[in-house]
């Protein structure tokens, strides 16, 4: 039966693997975090929040006129099945768009133009829904939220979380992430920040989050034959990061200071279209919403690496789609069978009804069953628009 679905769709499978041997040498994320963020940031802080960082970004290691020649010259018309051909010329659009972002990383505003045909930027709705979130009053901190667990600690914890799964979990630590923690899709690898404290609530966010969505999903993807599974369908961050954080409010980790974090990202996003610089953003999160010093610098150098990074508004919306449509009745396996997206939830079906997809693997252990006991969470989340 497998033999006989793969010789009727050798050409698919062909173009595939060609593309899946192109793709593995673009992971953005590989090259957009800066390589000097704790000595630009230190002297960010003793300028008196003015002198705007200089972020180094690693090498890059391809030429990008020959991955696009590449990525151009495959024979998409040998595709004979209609939707699966647009889905891989979709693709083909998808990488090269990316090609163009990594090249013109620390480029201004070439990276940033670059980056909103990837990433897209906040519509006026996303905005007035952050604020909505920012305008609910603080909810008290408990001991759980005091970050008193080192990197090493953080690891056992995450060794400890991986065993509910069938996979092996593989940590590394980085000095030069963004985030606290990280997975590597091309290298199925965690990435813990080194010099990190982190909290009780934190370890939890992040397992649930890193391994019980990302991980999961990564996983799925390589278990399946078309290699564009694992490597990412087309703008696939909104549904893959809108499941990792409906899997922290599954598990009852999202508290309402982790959601006004997403809401500030958006914020901050949304500062870029506006011409804001490093400093200018800063003083808005720090200086307007009273964001502690440290929280604002991240999120910063979140959306301004690379010269304006437009990514991060997409938790917020991500995570209000899954939402909807976890309570609209709808399952979530589907869009667990690899990097892919709510939009091609259909295509996704018709690919597993013929034979050229597996079901997901391996099942988000929080998806089970809702243990948010936050109704104001609720609240919110069901009045965003």
Do not use: W
Not at 53 to 67: C, D, G, I, T, W
Not at 128 to 138: C, G, Q, R, S, T
Not at 196 to 211: D, P, R, V, W
Request: glycine content about 4%; charged content about 30%.
């Amino acid at each position: 039966m497998i033999a006989d679905v793969v010789e009727k769709n050798t050409d698919l499978f062909e173009i595939d693997s060609n593309l899946n041997r192109l793709i593995k040498k673009i992971e953005l994320l590989s090259y957009i975090n800066p390589l000097n963020i704790e000595k630009e940031k230190d002297l960010f802080f003793k300028s008196k929040y003015t002198k705007n960082p200089k972020f180094k970004y690693p090498k890059r290691k391809f030429n990008p006129y020959k991955l696009h020649r590449l990525f151009y010259s495959q024979r998409l018309e040998r595709i004979e099945d209609e939707e699966i051909r647009c889905l891989y010329q979709d693709i083909i659009y998808y990488y090269s768009n990316m090609i163009q972002c990594i090249e013109t990383i620390g480029e201004g505003k070439k990276f940033y133009f670059n980056s909103l045909k990837v990433y897209g930027t906040p519509r006026e709705r996303d905005v007035l829904n952050a604020k909505f979130i920012l305008h609910i009053e603080d909810e008290p901190s408990g001991p759980e939220m005091e970050k008193i667990y080192t990197a090493e600690q953080a690891k056992v914890y995450f060794e400890d979380f991986v065993k509910q799964y069938d996979f092996p979990l593989n940590v590394k630590y980085s000095h030069n992430i963004a985030a606290e923690a990280m997975v590597s899709n091309s290298t199925q690898s965690l990435l813990i920040k080194k010099n990190c404290k982190f909290s009780e609530n934190q370890m939890k966010t992040l397992a649930n989050h890193e391994i019980g969505v990302h991980l999961v999903t990564t996983y799925n993807g390589l278990s399946q034959r078309l290699k564009v599974f694992s490597n990412g369908f087309p703008k696939n961050v909104e549904t893959q990061e809108g499941l990792a954080v409906f899997s922290e409010y599954m598990s009852g980790s999202l508290t309402l200071k982790r959601l006004k974090e997403l809401a500030y990202r958006v914020i901050a996003a949304d500062s870029l279209i506006k011409g804001y610089d490093f400093s200018d953003t800063f003083n808005l999160l720090h200086g307007q919403y009273k964001l502690n010093r440290d929280d604002a610098f991240t999120i910063t150098l979140r959306v301004h690496r690379g010269g304006g990074f437009t990514k991060d508004h997409l938790y917020l919306t991500g995570l209000k789609k899954i939402y909807d449509y976890y309570h609209a009745g709808e399952d979530l396996s589907t869009l667990l069978t690899g990097k892919v997206t709510l939009e091609n939830k259909d295509i996704i079906e018709k690919l597993q009804k013929i034979g050229l997809a597996e079901k997901s693997r391996h099942y988000t252990d929080s998806f089970l069953q809702n243990n948010n006991q936050n109704k104001k969470l609720d609240f919110i989340l069901s009045h965003l628009k």
